[in-house]
């Protein structure tokens, strides 16, 4: 019986197969629609979770050698990991049941999407300072080295540039992973998490994972299998398992504190093994990894639901968990390796009275009217609790011997710890050593006590992306102006008063699936007093793979925006503000939501 048929036979669906033929390894998916329970997921008993994979392949890797059908052979690593590791029960009882299964695959061959592997040069090809033989990539255990980022960022823009509409997590296939020596340094995988795996900054997701937001923030680096053996499906398994949201640890709460492993609750001591066992792991998936890795590979772009209708068995290969210190974790962002991009400055923050944290500062400024303005975009942590806010200064700061005074506000409502407002020119802004626009270090004063200081990068791991703005602010909901684009976004503009005024905003979003983050500049003018009119503005994205996919820069009179009224009631009509038309540069409507006193349009 065909595979087709096979479908049509158990469920009377539109089938889906694939056939890979080594050894017995064969799996029939046939598509139907999911299953949901309360909480938005697919329910428990099913469907299947097919993750997509986006292969990349390091020249030199031995996937590449002449006659190979490298194709074939990343699926069949993901085969492997598959059906050896996720779901190794073929009993017709239970596998379509998670338990002893996941009910989660990994593919490059999803239906209604094809991802070939992409080739990519050796960022680093053999010489005085770069170790090992072609395709090698340096290993800087515990850290992400230069050339570890340079594979992974390689790999996205192949994906972004050659197939822009696939998608999945991005894996790099690389002969091996070796030291300064050029000799293996027994690091067989890397992986960049879909989420911090920090216990502070996650805590929300370590308690909903279901609120991911993974966007193309996972990544993993594999050791050509030719390398790993008879362990290639455990490598892969345990690889795609930190992808899929899992920490190193036994997978149990062994404390009882509703958290669990590294990530999430790094205090606690395993007193079991799993899969995700930093070294000398079993082959067990407990049930609370199961639950995390479903809800994330729910959220991953491009999963699909599916109905397994067959399943192959094991493979009659020999699976063996690997020795200790085998991989590594990396924040998707580490070793320094945190800018805010070209169109802004990157300043790191510190606290000038010795309290405990740390953060980043996206700083712009610009002389609008001939007179210059400061904004910024910050976020990061203080003594543990996590913030991000937006603010804007000027020069003019009475008899205060400063550079510039300014207003900020708290964003607030996606997890972050504080919620405040800082109005007028309460904060202070003094160089301390060197000079305007882009001093080397910058003195805070007034409501706040920081010290900023200019950076080429941080190491820092960004909070996740806000959703909403909080009550300090005017926000917006975005949306194509001439419904010519798909997607949808938040503007978060500082309130400063009546009209007219300069200030600040914040904007995120995402255009037909690119991500991005901005911080903009908004003149706006003449209006009868007490109204919102209209003005312009500009604004420069936030140039990084946790912020945003976009890296524009709009200088401050490229935006026009026009004020939306519309008439309500009879005789003398009331106005009601509703919003901006943002056009010039761009081409959006900013819906405000609840009504205000409307400006007479010009």
């Known amino acids: 019986m065909t595979a087709s048929n096979l479908c049509r036979g158990l469920l009377n669906r539109r089938a889906y197969a694939v056939a890979l033929h080594a050894g017995i390894v064969m799996f029939v998916i046939c598509i139907s629609p999911p299953s949901a329970s309360s909480d938005g997921i697919p329910a428990p008993n099913g469907p299947f979770f097919d993750v997509p994979v986006r292969w990349c392949v390091v020249e030199g890797s031995p996937a590449l050698v002449s006659g190979a059908d490298t194709d074939a052979l990343l699926l069949l690593r993901l085969a492997g990991a598959t059906w050896n590791i996720y779901n190794p029960d073929p009993n017709p009882d239970s596998f379509n049941r998670p338990g002893s299964n996941t009910l989660i695959g990994l593919s490059s061959r999803i239906p209604n999407q094809r991802n070939p592997f992409q080739r990519i040069a050796d960022p680093c090809p053999p010489s005085a300072n770069c170790p090992g033989e072609l395709g090698d990539i340096l290993d800087e255990m515990p850290f992400r080295s230069d050339e570890e980022d340079a594979v992974i960022s390689a790999c996205r823009a192949a994906w972004r540039t050659n197939l822009p509409d696939n998608t999945g997590i991005i894996a790099v296939n690389v002969r091996r992973l070796v030291g300064r020596s050029g000799a293996p340094t027994g690091t067989l995988g890397v992986t960049a998490m879909p989420y911090a795996c920090n216990a502070i900054i996650s805590a929300n997701i370590c308690r909903d994972p279901k609120i991911t937001n993974p966007g193309d923030m996972a990544a993993v680096i594999l050791t050509d299998a030719s390398f790993t053996g008879s362990s290639d499906d455990f490598l892969v398994a345990h690889e795609f398992g930190h992808a899929l949201g899992l920490g190193h640890g036994d997978g149990i709460d062994n404390n009882g504190n509703g958290v669990f492993d590294e990530c999430c609750d790094p205090s606690e001591i395993d007193t079991g093994k799993s899969l995700m066992s930093a070294g000398n792991g079993s082959l067990t998936i407990t049930e609370l990894q199961q639950e995390v890795?479903?809800?994330?590979?729910?959220?991953?772009?491009?999963?699909?639901?599916?109905?397994?209708?067959?399943?192959?068995?094991?493979?009659?290969?020999?699976?063996?968990?690997?020795?200790?210190?085998?991989?590594?974790?990396?924040?998707?962002?580490?070793?320094?390796?945190?800018?805010?991009?070209?169109?802004?400055?990157?300043?790191?923050?510190?606290?000038?009275?010795?309290?405990?944290?740390?953060?980043?500062?996206?700083?712009?400024?610009?002389?609008?009217?001939?007179?210059?303005?400061?904004?910024?975009?910050?976020?990061?942590?203080?003594?543990?609790?996590?913030?991000?806010?937006?603010?804007?200064?000027?020069?003019?700061?009475?008899?205060?011997p400063l550079d510039f005074c300014g207003a900020a506000a708290d964003i607030h409502g996606n997890g972050e710890s504080f919620n405040n407002n800082f109005p007028g020119k309460i904060i202070g802004f003094k160089a301390t050593n060197g000079n305007w626009p882009a001093p080397n270090e910058i003195r805070i004063s007034g409501a706040w006590n920081e010290v900023w200081n200019k950076v080429t990068a941080i190491n820092y791991v960004p909070l996740l992306r806000p959703t909403t703005c909080g009550s300090n602010f005017d926000e917006y909901a975005v949306s194509d102006l001439n419904n010519r684009r798909q997607g949808a976004g938040i503007r978060c503009v500082l309130r400063k008063g009546s009209s007219p005024y300069t200030t600040a905003w914040f904007g995120n979003g995402e255009w037909e699936g690119r991500t991005y983050s901005h911080v903009g500049i908004f003149r706006i003018g003449h209006a009868i007093s007490g109204t919102i009119g209209g003005g312009v503005g500009g604004a420069s994205d936030l140039c990084n793979s946790a912020l945003g996919q976009f890296c524009n820069n709009f200088r401050a009179d490229s935006l026009r925006f026009t004020s939306i009224c519309e008439s309500e009631g009879e005789g003398r009509p009331r106005r009601r503000f509703r919003g901006f038309k943002v056009q010039g540069a761009w081409s959006e409507v900013w819906d405000f939501g609840p009504d205000g006193p409307c400006a007479i349009e010009r």
């Open 293 to 400: 890795a479903r809800a994330i590979a729910f959220v991953t772009p491009g999963t699909r639901y599916e109905t397994l209708a067959f399943h192959p068995g094991p493979s009659p290969q020999k699976v063996e968990p690997l020795p200790p210190r085998f991989d590594k974790i990396i924040p998707s962002l580490t070793k320094e390796n945190f800018s805010c991009g070209p169109n802004t400055i990157t300043y790191s923050a510190s606290a000038g009275d010795n309290r405990q944290g740390n953060g980043v500062r996206c700083v712009k400024i610009q002389n609008i009217e001939s007179m210059p303005h400061l904004t910024w975009y910050g976020e990061g942590q203080w003594q543990g609790q996590t913030y991000r806010h937006i603010g804007e200064a000027t020069p003019g700061c009475a008899d205060r």
